[in-house]
């Protein structure tokens, strides 16, 4: 498939699209990195936390002031893998820790941003703002229709500093308006909220360095997350229970997002929670219930649940 996805659970959304065999669309960032030799710098944290003038170093340069938020300065796994919160002097002496960074501890909305650059110059933005629950997690996205005018001029005037040269989708997550991770991909987590003939445009840039996407019927979704505790071998459930709940009215897909037959601790997750399932909805209230329904088919109680 010329869209490349690793994740047999987000499949559903371009099984059915045309696209020539020799375009290669990224969704991971394992093969971004590979295709993109060129600009695949942006995978280091460090250093798009220091192209913004944001206060940060390595581990082995001690913070001078707490708290500050440490990660890995590359990680292709995602979903948080290694970050933390550093409190102190002892939390820092206590994680240090080679390949790991810290740099300063923004405030403010988290938010994903899908952008379709040509040349470096950003045509196409779309913004997704994360409600946290904890550690790491996320209790869902809104995957907004509203342009965010201060923050795209943020980061159009850093794209078009730093990846001039580069066509295709780029992902940046921010903070308080400042970024703080690169991908050299789109977010496969909610295509089907972005509109009829989205995925067509998408492979009109990747194809002929096109973008032709006119958001007629763009409006606000949601994306409901439901994590489980750590230490738990799930096993997914029954096919035709999850095929009842995507017909629920105002509901537009449902991923059961991890492997069936992988040992959990071999799964990238974020210190909160599992990842067990993603519902993909117009009506956040219709998400929720779908969302309780599979924590029960999964077993969990609500007290139980990480989100």
């Given at each position: 498939?010329?869209i490349?996805?690793a994740?047999?659970?987000r499949?559903?959304?371009f099984?059915?699209?045309?696209?020539p065999a020799?375009?290669?669309i990224?969704t991971?960032?394992?093969?971004?990195?590979e295709?993109?030799?060129?600009h695949?710098?942006v995978?280091?944290k460090l250093?798009i936390?220091?192209?913004?003038g944001?206060?940060?170093?390595p581990?082995?340069?001690?913070?001078?002031?707490?708290?500050?938020f440490?990660?890995?300065?590359?990680?292709?796994r995602?979903?948080g893998?290694?970050?933390?919160?550093l409190?102190?002097?002892?939390?820092?002496?206590?994680h240090e820790?080679?390949g790991h960074f810290?740099?300063?501890?923004?405030?403010?909305e988290?938010?994903?941003?899908?952008i379709?650059l040509?040349?470096?110059?950003?045509?196409?933005f779309?913004?997704a703002r994360g409600?946290?629950?904890g550690?790491?997690?996320?209790?869902y996205?809104i995957?907004d229709?509203?342009?965010y005018?201060?923050l795209e001029?943020?980061?159009g005037?850093?794209?078009?500093?730093?990846?001039?040269?580069?066509?295709?989708?780029?992902?940046?997550?921010?903070?308080?308006?400042?970024?703080i991770?690169v991908?050299l991909?789109f977010?496969d987590?909610?295509?089907?909220?972005y509109?009829?003939?989205?995925l067509?445009?998408?492979?009109g840039?990747?194809?002929r360095?096109?973008?032709k996407?006119?958001?007629?019927d763009?409006r606000t979704?949601?994306?409901v997350?439901?994590?489980?505790?750590?230490g738990?071998?799930?096993?997914?459930p029954?096919?035709?229970?999850v095929?009842?709940l995507i017909r629920?009215p105002?509901?537009t897909s449902?991923?059961?997002?991890?492997h069936?037959?992988?040992?959990a601790?071999s799964?990238?997750?974020?210190?909160?929670?599992?990842?067990?399932?993603?519902?993909?909805?117009?009506?956040l209230e219709?998400?929720?219930?779908?969302?309780?329904k599979?924590?029960a088919?999964?077993?969990?109680?609500?007290?139980?649940?990480a989100?």
């Amino acid at each position: 498939m010329p869209i490349c996805e690793a994740d047999p659970w987000r499949m559903q959304y371009f099984k059915d699209v045309s696209c020539p065999a020799e375009v290669r669309i990224p969704t991971e960032d394992f093969d971004a990195y590979e295709w993109n030799p060129a600009h695949h710098w942006v995978y280091n944290k460090l250093l798009i936390a220091e192209s913004q003038g944001l206060t940060c170093a390595p581990h082995g340069v001690t913070p001078r002031s707490f708290p500050v938020f440490s990660k890995p300065l590359i990680n292709l796994r995602g979903m948080g893998a290694g970050s933390r919160v550093l409190a102190s002097l002892e939390d820092y002496e206590r994680h240090e820790s080679g390949g790991h960074f810290w740099m300063t501890l923004l405030k403010g909305e988290h938010v994903s941003s899908d952008i379709a650059l040509r040349d470096g110059a950003a045509v196409w933005f779309r913004h997704a703002r994360g409600i946290p629950s904890g550690a790491g997690t996320f209790d869902y996205w809104i995957v907004d229709a509203a342009p965010y005018v201060g923050l795209e001029r943020y980061c159009g005037a850093w794209l078009a500093r730093h990846l001039a040269g580069y066509t295709g989708m780029v992902n940046l997550e921010s903070i308080g308006g400042r970024i703080i991770e690169v991908h050299l991909r789109f977010s496969d987590q909610w295509p089907d909220l972005y509109g009829r003939g989205w995925l067509d445009a998408l492979v009109g840039l990747y194809a002929r360095g096109e973008w032709k996407f006119t958001a007629v019927d763009a409006r606000t979704g949601y994306s409901v997350v439901l994590f489980g505790p750590h230490g738990i071998e799930y096993r997914h459930p029954p096919a035709e229970r999850v095929q009842e709940l995507i017909r629920t009215p105002g509901v537009t897909s449902i991923q059961i997002t991890f492997h069936a037959y992988r040992a959990a601790a071999s799964h990238a997750m974020p210190p909160g929670g599992f990842r067990l399932a993603v519902v993909n909805c117009w009506d956040l209230e219709a998400g929720r219930r779908v969302r309780a329904k599979l924590a029960a088919l999964f077993g969990l109680r609500r007290d139980a649940l990480a989100s």
